[in-house]
Nanobody
Framework: QVVLVESGGGLVQPGGSLTLSCAASGFTFSNYALSWYRQAPGKERELVARITSVGGYTNYADSVKGRFTISRDNVKNTVYLQMNSLKPEDTAVYYC?????????WGQGTQVTVSS
């Protein structure tokens, strides 16, 4: 059973930083790509960042390039999302996800609110 548990969300002022974590279990973590998605109120869920299993190659949504960094620790079975220079439009529920077999697996999400 795939289990993904996100943590690290909260309230932060514009320009601030947060680091999200996603602890994974139930599968061979190092064999799979991991992704962060987000969903703001009234909007569709969107891909924020992805990191591959081999080589740790990364890709990002244009809206977060240069501000967010995805990384993974294959010993701790954890994927991270370092978020800097946060903007109010980054406010959303952030989800960790992986595709072992369809349907895609999701965590429960963690709320990030960027507001003064």
């Amino acid at each position: 059973q795939v289990v993904l548990v996100e943590s690290g969300g909260g309230l932060v002022q514009p320009g601030g930083s947060l680091t999200l974590s996603c602890a994974a279990s139930g599968f061979t973590f190092s064999n799979y790509a991991l992704s962060w998605y987000r969903q703001a109120p009234g909007k569709e869920r969107e891909l924020v960042a992805r990191i591959t299993s081999v080589g740790g190659y990364t890709n990002y949504a244009d809206s977060v390039k240069g501000r967010f960094t995805i990384s993974r620790d294959n010993v701790k079975n954890t994927v991270y999302l370092q978020m800097n220079s946060l903007k109010p439009e980054d406010t959303a529920v952030y989800y960790c996800s992986t595709l072992i077999s369809r349907p895609r697996s999701w965590g429960q999400g963690t709320q990030v609110t960027v507001s003064s």
